[in-house]
């Protein structure tokens, strides 16, 4: 395993350096190649996300190549992705984070700084994308009647994200790179595989991108799944629709035990708007606010 682990750092660091990605100028079709996507995911896959700094380290470098080597809305994805891999990385060693980053984490309240010695993994990444969700649709102030503590904590996280990232695209792009992580690091065999899959399609839906059209590769282009996205995924219907538990996507509802497919006469209730596709080619970079927060 370690050495499958050293086998993908390297290879990673050697893209990264035929993209150029030292020199300012970054090849799309080398940080963008199928192979890189399966470095990526073998590296998150096979490292301990939550210790392991020089994994992270690479996987970010690669990511801020790949925000980079961008010209749509892949680019602030990818620079939100690369700012919360390089976050404990910066905690450990600020000269190995670009100056743009190590001033928006030194911004950050102390308080908030991750621990490098136990920083977040897929885990927290799936809940940090719910969270964004709940926010971007809304939904950060109305938990559900039965909530449970868990889902307490979820939505005043959905608060506290909705306070700092007040726009909806912004808060749409962060739930697609941090579910995105989420389903790089898992590896499929694990039980939380596939409803990460669903809720990284039910998200990339929202931002009104085809599965696989913002991303890292394989675990996007195939995010088709018939499991059901998490409870976490699911908004209450408009007030006084016939259909009390349609989600958003109009095309699935809560039957009781059962999920079935259905079509909602009220679906134009919910908007759902295309990526923005900023003139100015804004990328992410921490602010003082929001680590990850788009600045055009």
Known sequence: MRDDRDRHVQAIRARLARAGASEGVVRADVVFDPEADAELRALLCGADTGADLEARHVAGWLCLARAAAS?????????????????????????????????????????????????????????????????AEGRQHRPPPDATEDDLRLYDLAVRVGTSTPSREVLLGLAVGMGSLAVLATPEHDPTYATRVADLTYVLSLAGQRVGQIGDGAPTRRCVSPTAPS??????????????????????????????????????????????????GARIWPTASAPWAALC
Request: glycine share 6%; net charge negative.
């Open 71 to 135: 010209d749509d809305a892949r680019g602030s994805v990818h620079g939100g992705m690369a700012g919360t891999l390089l976050f404990p990385v910066w905690m450990a060693d600020p000269a190995l984070v670009p100056p743009q980053l190590a001033a928006g984490y030194e911004a950050t309240d102390p308080a908030d700084r991750p621990d490098p010695a136990h920083a977040d993994g897929p885990a927290e990444w799936s809940v940090e994308c719910a969270a964004a969700v709940i926010a």
């Open 231 to 280: 409870k976490a995924f699911r908004p209450t219907h408009p007030t006084g629709c016939s259909r009390s538990a349609t989600w958003a996507s109009s095309s699935w509802t809560d039957t009781g035990s059962r999920t079935t497919r259905t079509t909602c006469t009220r679906r134009s209730a919910w908007p759902v708007t295309c990526w923005p596709n900023c003139p100015h």
